[in-house]
T-cell receptor, first 116, second 109 residues
Framework: EAQVTQNPRYLITVTGKKLTVTCSQN?????MSWYRQDPGLGLRQIYY???????DKGDVPEGYKVSRKEKRNFPLILESPSPNQTSLYFC???????????????FGPGTRLTVL | DAKTTQPPSMDCAEGRAANLPCNHS???????VYWYRQIHSQGPQYIIH???NNETNEMASLIITEDRKSSTLILPHATLRDTAVYYC??????????FGKGTMLLVSP
C-alpha cells in the first residue's frame, strides 16, 4: 500500500531536549516536505527536499533541521525544542516529473508534538 | 497575499450535493486549481485538480469558469464522512503547495 509514515505519532518532551521525527515513503517519490499546523495559522511549510541531498527552507524553517540521505526518508530534527514548536506536524511526498506521474502530494498521518 | 478566497464554512444535508466555491481572480495562465481536504487532524488528502476544463473523478467534480477566475468543487452525494476542511489552491505544477484557511464543510444527517 502506497503510504507516508511518521513516527512517533504523539510526543511530549521538555524544552531543550533534542528530538527527531521520522518520515518515510514507499512510493519512490523525489519530493518530500514538512509542514506544521497551528490553530488559526493553517498549514505552513517548514522544509522541503527535491531529491537526495537537496533540501531547502520553506516558510517557517527557524528551529528545525532536515536531512535527505536516502530517497525514502526525510527526518525532521529539533535540536533544542521550545514551547512555540508545540504543533501538529505533517510530512508529505510527491513525484517530480516522471512520465505518467502526477504531482499529487500524499500526506502522513501527523505527529502531535508538545514541548513543555 | 491570498491567491484564493473561500467561504469559511458551509452546511450540507447528507445525500445532497455539496457545492464549494472558490475565487481565484488573479490566476495565471500556467496555474492549476487544486483541491485538498483535511478531515479533523488527519493529513490532507488530494481530491482533484484542473487547468481550464471541467474534471471528474471518483471523489468529486471540478467546474472551472471560462475566464478561470473562479471554480466550484462538487461532491455529488455528500456523506457524513465528507465533513472536513476543503482547501482550494492555485499553483503551478510541481511548485510549493500553499494552504489557506479553506472552507469547513459540515454534512448533517
Amino acid at each position: 500500500e502506497a503510504q507516508v509514515t511518521q513516527n512517533p505519532r504523539y510526543l511530549i518532551t521538555v524544552t531543550g531536549k533534542k528530538l527527531t521525527v521520522t518520515c518515510s515513503q514507499n512510493m519512490n517519490h523525489e519530493y518530500m516536505s514538512w509542514y506544521r499546523q497551528d490553530p488559526g495559522l493553517g498549514l505552513r511549510q517548514i522544509y522541503y527536499s527535491m531529491n537526495v541531498e537537496v533540501t531547502d527552507k520553506g516558510d517557517v524553517p527557524e528551529g528545525y533541521k532536515v536531512s535527505r540521505k536516502e530517497k525514502r526518508n526525510f527526518p525532521l530534527i529539533l535540536e533544542s525544542p521550545s514551547p512555540n514548536q508545540t504543533s501538529l506536524y505533517f510530512c508529505a511526498s510527491s513525484s517530480l516529473g516522471r512520465t505518467g506521474s502526477t504531482d499529487t502530494q500524499y500526506f502522513g498521518p501527523g505527529t502531535r508534538l508538545t514541548v513543555l | 497575499d491570498a491567491k484564493t478566497t473561500q467561504p469559511p464554512s458551509m452546511d450540507c444535508a447528507e445525500g445532497r450535493a455539496a457545492n464549494l466555491p472558490c475565487n481565484h481572480s488573479t490566476i495565471s495562465g500556467n496555474e492549476y486549481v487544486y483541491w485538498y481536504r483535511q478531515i479533523h487532524s488527519q493529513g490532507p488528502q488530494y481530491i482533484i485538480h484542473g487547468l481550464k476544463n471541467n474534471e471528474t473523478n471518483e471523489m468529486a467534480s471540478l467546474i472551472i469558469t471560462e475566464d478561470r477566475k473562479s471554480s466550484t468543487l462538487i461532491l455529488p452525494h455528500a456523506t457524513l464522512r465528507d465533513t472536513a476542511v476543503y482547501y482550494c489552491i492555485v499553483r503551478v505544477v510541481y511548485s510549493t503547495l500553499t494552504f489557506g484557511k479553506g472552507t469547513m464543510l459540515l454534512v448533517s444527517p
